[in-house]
């Protein structure tokens, strides 16, 4: 199993905080560096100083990293037209040399549109289908070649379908809870599958319609990622497991109901029951972004037993 580094910026990190987790991610052997795409703090926090635009940070991050992989849980697909978004990921692609992985959602977060004049339409689901589509088609249109696309909510018109990223393939994230859109989505156009925030159960009844849906598309289910993203709160004896549940405002046996919570023995255990339900990766959710010891503990006791 995998273990990845998920940040979320906008409850309050500077690119410089940014930068100092994704370098001690690299240091520490993280599979990659991933960062949520909001405009908007949530919860009882005030979020400063600000937000920081999620592909404007990956850019940097680009070119001050060497080898760990990039990306976004999930971009959100209301704040971007497709053909724009194809070619910033090409260009981070390119910048990182083919280190990035694109996780595209249909955005949710009503009060954030409101918040910056973000339109937020009522049918995202629809939109998310023709954006996958047009990305993974101007990618993978041949240099030379125009792309064209008349859809319901886009259309493109002779495109040149340009820059290309640098890697052949950008691995394409697609996650969710939903029972049938999600899962025959992910069917159609993911690399990998994530369910965000999901008990043992939710995970496994997930797992499968996606692999169900998988195979309905005459794909192999195998052919598929699955991850699961949860928060993490690690600790080598109870009082340093509380301090950690406490600065990130969250109760102990919360977390270990939701999340992964307790020493790195109880962590291990966890997170081997998602790997017999199938996961392949698991995103920890870093909530305290100063804390570079919780990384460095999870990295030493926790990931060398995970084979």
């Known amino acids: 199993m995998e273990l990845r580094i998920f940040t979320e910026p906008q409850q309050g990190a500077t690119y410089e905080t940014l930068l100092r987790v994704a ?8 599979g990659a560096f991933f960062r949520s795409d909001h405009y908007l703090h949530m919860g009882n926090v005030d979020g400063l100083p600000g937000p920081t635009d999620a592909w404007i940070t990956l850019a940097g991050l680009a070119r001050e990293t060497k080898r760990i992989r990039l990306g976004t849980l999930m971009t959100a697909g209301t704040f971007r037209l497709p053909g724009v978004l194809a070619i910033q990921v090409a260009q981070v692609d390119q910048m990182s040399g083919g280190r990035v992985d694109l996780g595209l ?5 009503a009060e954030e549109h409101a918040a910056y004049g973000i339109p937020f339409p009522k049918e995202k689901f629809g939109r998310l289908e023709e954006q996958l589509a047009i990305i993974r088609g101007l990618w993978d249109t041949p240099v030379g070649d125009r792309f064209n696309f008349d859809g319901i909510f886009y259309q493109l018109q002779d495109s040149p379908a340009l820059p290309k990223p640098a890697q052949p393939h950008v691995p394409l994230l697609i996650g969710g809870h939903g029972a049938k859109r999600t899962p025959a989505l992910a069917a159609q156009y993911a690399d990998e599958f994530n369910i965000p925030f999901a008990s043992l159960e939710d995970t496994e009844r997930q797992f499968k319609r996606v692999r169900a849906a998988a195979e309905e598309r005459g794909r192999k289910a195998d052919d598929l990622v699955y991850s699961n993203a949860l928060v993490a709160c690690v600790g080598k004896t109870d009082a340093e497991i509380k301090r950690r549940a406490d600065a990130i405002g969250r109760e102990v046996e919360e977390l270990k109901a939701n999340g992964l919570a307790g020493s790195p023995a109880e962590v291990v255990e966890r997170l081997q029951q998602f790997a017999a339900l199938g996961s392949q990766r698991v995103y920890l959710q870093m909530l305290d972004l100063a804390d570079l010891d919780h990384m460095e503990l999870i990295a030493s006791e926790v990931m060398p ?3």
């Open 23 to 30: 370098r001690a991610a690299e240091e520490l052997n993280y």
């Open 105 to 109: 959602g249909s955005g949710w977060y």
């Open 305 to 307: 037993q995970l084979g």
